[in-house]
């Protein structure tokens, strides 16, 4: 059984930073593509960024250069670092795996950027 377990989140002010981290079992996590979505209240949720298994990374326009996102494939877990956070960015934080065309969601944890 797959489980995401994500922390990390929290209050921050704008211009602050956060790391999110996601802890995965119950999957070949080395061969399994990770990623990063988030959903605002009203609106739909969206893809952040994305680490594939053999490591290509694609992100949401909007964070490039202020977030990153990584793996260690020796933890099974990803992780989501973000910087110079604006309001904008207040969500919630949501961990994807995926493998085989089958997706995977953690709980999702909360981050809020305070102007």
């Known amino acids: 059984q797959v489980a995401l377990v994500e922390s990390g989140g929290g209050l921050v002010q704008a211009g602050g930073s956060l790391r999110l981290s996601c802890a995965a079992s119950g999957i070949d996590f080395s061969t399994t593509g990770m990623g990063w979505y988030r959903q605002a209240p009203g609106k739909q949720r969206e893809m952040v960024a994305t680490?594939?298994?053999?490591?290509?990374?694609n992100y949401l326009d909007p964070v490039k250069g202020r977030f990153s996102i990584s793996r260690d494939n020796a933890k099974s877990t990803t992780y989501l670092q973000m910087n110079s956070l604006k309001p904008e960015d207040t969500a919630i934080y949501y961990c994807?795996?995926?493998?085989?065309?089958?997706?995977?969601w953690g709980q999702g944890t909360q981050v809020t950027v305070s102007s």
């Open positions: 680490v594939a298994a053999r490591g290509s990374l």
């Open positions: 994807n795996a995926r493998r085989g065309g089958i997706d995977s």
